[in-house]
C-alpha cells in the first residue's frame, strides 16, 4: 500500500500540501482535514495547518457549492477532477454532480513571449520558420493551455492549442497528493462523498494524463475522420502533424455558427429539424457503429456549416464501446421496451458492481415502478434526459457502479437529446435509436456471428477445462504444505492505532521530562560543578530544558483541541 508519508518529501510538495489544507478549511472543510489525521501520515512533528471555520458568507452557501469553490480556487488538476466527477453521479450525490457542471477553468493567458518560447521548445524552430502570421492575443485560455490562431507557410488557416509550460510537474505533483488523500479518506471515512475514491482517482490519473498528450487527441481526431470519411453531412477538422507534439495541437480552423445560436442559424437559412436529425444520427452511428463517441458534445463544441454540415470540436474526452458493451446496451433497451426486469437485473448484475450491503430486492421494486412509468407512454412524449437521469438516480441510491464509458455515454446522450430538442420541439433520440437496434439485431444473429460467437465461446471454455487440472492441483498442494492461506483485513482500526501511538509518544514524552526535571534536582541538591548565581549550571539547564519541552507539549496538545 502506498505510503503517505513517502510521498514528494521535498520543499515544494509540503508547501502544496499545506495550501490545499488551507483552502479546504478556509471554505468549512476543516472537520475533514481533522479526522483524516493528515499531520501524522507526513510526519512534520507539528500542525500543517490551524483549524478554523469557514466565514459566515460561505456558511449560507451548501456543501456542494463550498466544494465547488475550493476546486476553482485550488487551480486545474482540482477543477478537471470536479468536471470528470460531475459525468459520474454514480459515485458522487446528484447535487453534487449538477454543482460541478459549473466549475470553470478560465485563467489568464500565457504572455506571448512565453507561448512563443514553448513552440520553439516544442517544434525546434522560431515561429517565423512555422507561420505566415500568429496571433499573439488566444482565442481561449484555460488551465491546461490555450489557442490561437495562425496561417502556415501553405496559406492553411489555423488554430494552435499549446499547453501552458510546466503544467504537467504541477498536475503530477498534484496527482500524488490526490492518491494520498483517496487513501486517507477510505482509511478514516468509509462512508465519503466519494465511492471508492482510490479506484475515482486512478481513473482520473489515466484521464488527465491522456488529456496532456495533445498527440492522443489528434489521433483521436484522424479515427473520428476515417470513420465519418464517407459521411459528407459531418465534419472533421484536419490534423496538421507537422506541427503538432504532446503539448502542440494545430488543426484547420473552423468557420461556422455555434448550434445554440439558433437566431443566426435561422437567418443564415439553415433547417434545423435537418440539423436535429443529422447530429442524432452521427451521435448513435458513433456509439453503435464505431464504438467511439464525442464524450463533451456540448454546444461550444458543435458548429454548423453551409448545408446544416456539422462540425464537432475537442476531442479531448472520448468514449469508448466495445463489441461486448454495445451488445448489452441492445439488451438493455430491448429489456427495457418488453418490461423484463428479471433480464435489466441480470444485466446490471453482469456490467456494474452491485455493493454488498445493495437490497437486491427493493432495488427491483424501484426499476419494476421505473418501468411502469414509462410503459404506457408515447415515445414522442418521453424525454429521454429525464429518463436517463432517472435511472442514474436509481442505480446511484442502490449503490450500483458502471464502467466509466457507459456514465459518460448516458451524459452525451442527454446533452445531445437536450440540444435536438431546442432545434425541434418534436425531436425525440428514441425515434433514431431504433434504427440502429435493428440493424445490429440483424448483425448479431447473422450467420456468420452466430459462428464467431460459439467459435469464441467454444475457445473460453476449452481454455478453462485445459487449466482446470493445474488449477486443482496447485490449491491441493497448497492445502497438504499448509501453505492455504486466508488474509482478513481489519478496516476502520487505523484511526484507533494512530491515536494510541500518539498517545504513547505523548507519555514517553511527559515522563522524560518529569525524569530531566528529577535528575536537575538531584543535581541542585549535590551543589557540584559549576556555578551560576550560586545554583549548578548542569541544573539550571535541565530545568530550562524541561520547562522548553514541558511548554511544547502543552501547546501540541491546545492546538489538538484534545486535553
Known amino acids: ?194 465511492t471508492d475514491p482510490i479506484a475515482v482517482v486512478r481513473e482520473f490519473r489515466r484521464v488527465i494524463r491522456r488529456e496532456l498528450d495533445f498527440t492522443r487527441e489528434a489521433r483521436t481526431i484522424d479515427r473520428f475522420s476515417a470513420n465519418f470519411r464517407d459521411n459528407k453531412s459531418i465534419c472533421i477538422p484536419q490534423v496538421y502533424w507537422e506541427v503538432t507534439t504532446p503539448a502542440v495541437l494545430t488543426m484547420a480552423f473552423i468557420d461556422g455558427i455555434k448550434i445554440n445560436h439558433f437566431s443566426q442559424l435561422t437567418e443564415a437559412g439553415y433547417n434545423l429539424q435537418t440539423i436535429a436529425r443529422r447530429g442524432a444520427d452521427a451521435f448513435l452511428e458513433q456509439v453503435l457503429v464505431h464504438g467511439l463517441f464525442h464524450g463533451d458534445p456540448h454546444p461550444g463544441n458543435i458548429l454548423i456549416l453551409p448545408d446544416e454540415v456539422i462540425c464537432l470540436l475537442d476531442f479531448g474526452m472520448v468514449g469508448h464501446i466495445d463489441d461486448t458493451l454495445r451488445q448489452q446496451l441492445v439488451d438493455l433497451i430491448l429489456a427495457i421496451v418488453s418490461r423484463d426486469v428479471e433480464q435489466i437485473m441480470s444485466y446490471l448484475l453482469y456490467a456494474g458492481n452491485l455493493a454488498e450491503e445493495t437490497d437486491r430486492r427493493q432495488l427491483k421494486r424501484d426499476l419494476s415502478e421505473f418501468i411502469d412509468d414509462y410503459y404506457s407512454t408515447t415515445l414522442k412524449s418521453i424525454d429521454a434526459g429525464h429518463l436517463v437521469g432517472e435511472f442514474i ?121 518529569g525524569s530531566i526535571i528529577v535528575g536537575s534536582s ?21 530545568y530550562s530544558i524541561a520547562g522548553f519541552l514541558g511548554f511544547w507539549l502543552a501547546i501540541a496538545i491546545l492546538r489538538s483541541g484534545r486535553m
Open 393 to 513: 438516480e436509481i442505480l446511484q441510491r442502490h449503490q450500483v457502479k458502471f464502467p466509466t464509458d457507459l456514465i459518460l455515454l448516458a451524459k452525451a446522450l442527454v446533452a445531445m437529446e437536450g440540444i435536438g430538442r431546442q432545434l425541434d420541439p418534436d425531436f425525440n433520440i428514441i425515434d433514431h435509436i431504433r434504427p440502429f437496434v435493428t440493424r445490429l439485431l440483424r448483425q448479431r444473429l447473422s450467420p456468420g456471428s452466430i459462428h464467431r460467437e460459439a467459435r469464441h465461446f467454444g475457445q473460453a471454455y476449452f481454455n478453462l477445462l485445459r487449466s482446470l487440472p493445474g488449477d486443482l492441483k496447485e490449491f491441493i498442494d497448497r492445502v497438504n504444505r499448509n501453505k492455504f492461506k486466508i488474509d482478513l483485513e481489519h478496516r476502520g482500526l487505523e484511526k484507533l492505532i494512530a491515536d494510541i501511538d500518539k498517545s504513547s509518544n505523548r507519555l514517553s514524552f511527559s515522563l522524560l521530562i
Open 522 to 542: 538531584l543535581i541542585m541538591q549535590i551543589n557540584k560543578g559549576p556555578q551560576l548565581f550560586g545554583f549548578p549550571v548542569l541544573g539550571i539547564l535541565g
Open 1 to 194: 500500500m502506498l505510503s503517505f508519508s513517502r510521498i514528494n518529501r521535498n520543499i515544494r510538495s509540503i508547501r502544496r500540501y499545506r495550501q490545499i489544507l488551507g483552502v479546504l478549511i478556509k471554505y468549512g472543510f476543516g472537520q475533514i482535514v481533522e479526522q483524516l489525521n493528515i499531520d501524522y501520515y507526513i510526519e512534520l512533528g507539528r500542525r500543517i495547518v490551524t483549524l478554523g471555520t469557514a466565514s459566515k458568507e460561505l456558511e449560507r452557501l451548501t456543501t456542494a457549492q463550498r466544494l465547488r469553490m475550493a476546486m476553482e480556487e485550488l487551480g486545474p488538476t482540482f477543477i478537471k477532477l470536479g468536471q470528470v466527477l460531475s459525468t459520474r453521479p454514480d459515485l458522487i450525490p446528484k447535487d453534487y454532480a449538477d454543482e460541478f457542471i459549473r466549475l470553470q477553468d478560465k485563467v489568464p493567458a500565457v504572455d506571448a513571449k512565453t507561448i512563443q518560447q514553448q513552440l520553439f521548445h516544442q517544434l525546434g524552430r522560431p515561429i517565423e520558420e512555422l507561420f505566415i502570421s500568429f496571433d499573439p492575443v488566444p482565442l481561449a485560455a484555460a488551465s491546461i493551455g490555450q489557442v490561437h490562431r495562425a496561417r502556415l507557410l501553405s496559406g492553411d488557416d489555423v488554430v494552435v492549442k499549446i499547453q501552458r509550460p510546466g503544467i504537467d510537474n504541477v498536475i503530477e505533483t498534484d496527482l500524488d497528493i490526490l492518491m494520498a488523500f483517496a487513501y486517507l479518506v477510505e482509511k478514516h471515512l468509509p462512508t465519503g462523498l466519494v
